[in-house]
């Protein structure tokens, strides 16, 4: 705000439209591109532009989606992008020009927005709390240039006093501190764009190369009698942004296919070294795998099954020639986290061991491990499932110990048998009479043979199976009990295909995996 006096004011001084446009646009402009440099240091894909631009795509409607990939073919998301910067710039204009006597509107509008951006940057299924620098500090850079511009303008505006001698006018200042301010938008941009690498571009190249590339092996196609959704079991393929997710990740490493290597060393005969393409010229094979983290509680989602594309891991280490000696690998990520995993696990000729590029028909999402990931069927992912894999050294058990090994959790991972009830929940209240029970049950790598459940400890009941599609996946489960009004227990258990049925046994998930038969109350009405 002006604190020049004017002896007699005939109007408030106020901006020129044009400038006041301008000014929008600039604090806009400049709270984007510090956001953006911000990003390209801490995360890209924190970028509250980009965070904005991304959130508007994945809750676009499907028409628009569908409308833009028609019409603009891969070129799709770049113009959805444009189209947002379209929609900031009018915005930024707007709220320009309903704050040529006040910052105060203008202000609200550069708060709302950068308040969007957080939320754009929270909700995004690659969210950690490091993230949460680069919109921040757009919102307080945009903030921060409306006031002083501001304040610098109207000071222009008041009517022409003569600088005195050596002082610059205060037009000559407004109009030099507003180009600073343009040029430092338009820099910090591209210095974050060029910090930030090529991720989204990359990742978008990847999946049109697996669009057209022939599979040597395809998964074969899960029929519709494999899944119960309808009853509340999950869909049988998790969507690649409903897949859960673990690591210690603080920020998704920043890595592009032309960036990534593999090196497969330590106890071989021929050191292997692998860029994305050597990966992609070999035979590329589907296999549809259900993961599961070891810290599942029973009854817990850390579950979901996915379409893997990707290159067989044990023809690789057959062409590097593992020492007989050797026990484990240990797979290490661009940032430095570590699994082992035994040799002769991966070296099972049936177990189907990847390294894996692709999930659902596309190239892996960021936060499941871009460009390439490790996959052991059967194994907890703790052990086996190493995301942004770099590195593979053939070594012993007794020389190198993994990242949670290190912290207590056991040094072999395999997969118990379990199951879960997902219907009825237990704080829904279903109608007294046939109540329908439904659920999932998985024993990797063999499958399940028989899943049983008992109400109010009466005896136990056979449920009818799904249609099974492999043994390294989920088979879910359904039956229909009487249930008269009031409360009832039920519980569940899962026989494996050997005929051995899961612990009764509860057990915590540390070391090696939770234990014990699901059990549920309802109240039924
Ligand atoms: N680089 C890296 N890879 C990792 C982890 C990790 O912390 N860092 N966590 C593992 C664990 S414990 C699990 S259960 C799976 C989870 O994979 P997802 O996030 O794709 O579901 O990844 C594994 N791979
Ligand atoms: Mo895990």
Known sequence: MSTTSTPTPTRAPSLSRR?????????????????????????????????????????????????????????????????????????????????????????????VLGLL???????????????????????????????????????AAVPPRRPARGELSRRTMLAGSSAAVGF????????????????????????????????????????????????????????????????????????TAANWSLRIHGMVDTEIRLTFDDLMARPLVERTVTMLCVSDEVGGDLISTTNFVGVDLRSILLEAGVRPDATQVLSTSSDSWT???????????DRGALLAVGMNGEALPPEHGFPVRMVVPGLYGYVSATKWVTDLELTTFEARSAYWVDRGWSSEGPIKTECRIDTPRADAGPKAGKVPVAGIAWSQPDGISKVEIQVDGGAWQTT????????????????????????????????????????????????????????IVVTVT
């Not at 709270?31 to 894909?45: E, I, R, T």
């Not at 620098?133 to 757009?138: H, M, S, T, V």
């Open 19 to 111: 400038y006041a446009a301008t000014l929008g646009v600039l604090a806009v402009g400049a709270a984007l591109g510090v956001g953006h440099l911000v990003a390209g240091v801490v995360s890209p894909p924190s970028s509250p532009y980009l965070a904005v631009g991304n959130t508007v795509i994945r809750f676009a409607p499907a028409w628009l989606v569908e409308f833009a990939k028609t019409t603009f073919g891969t070129a799709d998301k770049p113009v959805l992008l444009a189209g947002v910067g379209v929609v900031l710039l009018l915005v930024a204009v707007a709220a320009g020009l309903a704050s040529r006597s006040q910052p105060r509107p203008a202000v609200v509008v550069v708060v």
């Open 184 to 255: 430092g938008a338009l820099a910090t941009g591209g210095i974050g764009q060029w910090l930030g690498g090529d991720a989204g571009g990359s990742r978008a190249a990847v999946t049109s190369r697996l669009a057209s590339a022939t599979l040597a092996e395809r998964a074969p196609a899960i029929p519709a009698s494999a899944a119960f959704p309808d009853l509340g079991t999950p869909t049988f393929l998790t969507a690649n942004a409903d897949f859960y997710r673990i690591d210690t990740a603080l920020r998704i490493p920043n890595l």
């Open 339 to 349: 699994a082992g995993t035994p040799v002769d696990v991966i070296m099972e000729k």
């Open 464 to 519: 009818e199976l799904a249609t099974e599609v492999s043994g390294d996946t989920w088979r879910m489960w359904r039956t229909v009990v009487d249930l008269p009004a009031g409360r009832h227990s039920i519980r569940a258990r899962a026989t494996n295909a050997d005929g051995t049925t899961q612990t009764e046994n509860a057990a915590d998930p540390v070391p090696d995996g939770a234990t014990g038969w699901p059990g």
């Open 117 to 155: 951006g957080i939320a754009a940057v929270m909700i995004s299924p690659t969210f950690s709390p490091l993230d949460l620098l680069a919109p921040a500090a757009a919102l307080a850079t945009g903030v921060t240039v409306l006031r002083r511009l501001h304040a610098l303008a109207l000071d």
